[in-house]
């Protein structure tokens, strides 16, 4: 087994700062993965990119945050022939069936709407990776699957609200890994060092919730909830226990006018798309829920994002940056919908899981959670909050 790193690591120019700043301030840094910041909210501010300051005012017109984490799809498996993003379409990609063959496979369209249960483990992945080359998939895989993509025809959904919305190619998994970690980022900005989905019973580092609550701000999390309420916090606070339901109370919340500031929906009702399920059903779920907030009275003032949680196996060309020694893993689709989305627009900024609690955290005013997501873009680049809201147009 590959030995985890010693220590998450810190972006060169954030590790400057935070070595400018008396420990005093910021209390214990650890553990590793994404290193918790236990600092004063002004400190935490300061730790921020300066140019997202601003977009973070303009955000307010966003009042409620959806955040759909489906399972297990790479952008070139969901999105790889997709006009005008970054796929394999045009490229030549071919890659070797054994290690030193010259005998290869190239991406294919896969049929198979329920495709096998490929290994997703940070060891695989990181023979997938192959320090950088993204050549060993087929091999280290076992299965030519891995090199199987879906289109149009087959997910017309997702590539319609791609087409309507905001489609993000270069939207990256926080760790290079399997899920655990990956939802344990979307929420804290960090794993603790954990790299596979054996969730410790008690997790003492903070999750968002805990801010949330502290600033008067409503949140809930549906669908798979047994990792969030692992969180210390969680088990601690009455109230904060009660925020979570099954993943088919969200289209019953919406419904009722019961929708909470901060959502999170962990695989929809229908299916979270994980091989082998029929990825058409978890497709068909989503737009649902999408469809359903359209119509809805939260429409105007929402911000919807829809993004897979790992690359369940599946092949992707472009290596994910290391800015630690954690990740971040490869790219993941990553789909933006609110009357504010750029329309019909590909956004190629480099974002990741803690990118979208990077917008939670701006929205909110509250302090950042780690140095992950203190340095994480923060998907301003997908919205224009200077046009008016307009029209929701079906997925």
Not at 220 to 249: D, H
Request: include cysteine; hydrophobic fraction near 40%; charged fraction near 15%.
């Amino acid at each position: 087994m590959l030995a985890p790193p010693l220590d998450g690591g810190i972006p060169s120019l954030l590790a400057k700062m935070l070595r400018t700043v008396p420990a005093g301030f910021l209390g214990a840094l650890a553990p590793p993965g994404g290193m918790p910041i236990r600092a004063a909210g002004r400190i935490g501010r300061l730790l921020r990119p300066p140019s997202n300051r601003a977009t973070a005012a303009a955000s307010s017109a966003v009042k409620n945050i959806v955040i759909l984490f489906q399972e297990n799809h790479t952008f070139d498996n969901y999105f790889g022939t997709y006009q005008g993003a970054d796929g394999t379409a045009g490229k030549g990609i071919c890659l070797p069936q054994a290690l030193g063959s010259t005998n290869c496979v190239a991406p294919f369209h896969d049929t198979n709407l329920t495709p096998v249960d490929m290994n997703h483990s940070w060891n695989s992945a990181h023979a997938d990776y192959n320090g950088g080359k993204m050549d060993a998939f087929v091999y280290a895989e076992g299965n030519k699957e891995t090199m199987g993509y879906y289109d149009g025809g087959d997910l017309p959904h997702y590539w319609k609200a791609a087409g309507e919305y905001v489609l993000c190619d270069k939207y990256f998994t926080s760790v290079m890994s399997q899920s655990a970690p990956n939802h344990l980022y979307l929420v804290a900005g960090t794993s603790g060092g954990l790299i596979d989905n054996k969730v410790p019973k008690t997790i003492a580092y903070p999750p968002i919730f805990q801010q949330l609550d502290k600033a008067g701000v409503s949140w809930k999390v549906y669908g798979f909830t047994s990792w969030y309420k692992s969180f210390g916090y969680v088990q601690s606070s009455p109230t904060a226990a009660t925020n979570f339901a099954t993943a088919g109370e969200f289209a019953k919340d919406v419904q009722a006018g019961n929708l909470r500031q901060v959502s999170w929906v962990i695989g929809a009702s229908g299916g979270s798309e994980h091989a082998p399920q029929n990825i058409q059903l978890g497709q068909n779920s989503v737009a649902g829920e999408l469809n359903a907030l359209g119509a809805s009275a939260y429409w105007g003032g929402l911000a919807a994002f829809v993004t897979w949680d790992c690359f369940g196996g599946f092949y992707d060309h472009v290596p994910p940056p290391q800015v630690d020694g954690f990740g971040y893993g490869f790219r993941v689709p990553c789909l933006v919908v609110s009357p504010y989305a750029k329309a019909g627009f590909v956004d190629s900024t480099t974002y990741d899981h803690t990118s979208i609690l990077r917008f939670v955290e701006d929205r909110f005013a509250l302090s950042p959670l780690s140095t992950r997501d203190a340095a994480a873009a923060g998907m301003t680049g997908a919205f224009d909050f200077t046009q008016p809201p307009r029209a929701f147009l079906p997925v």
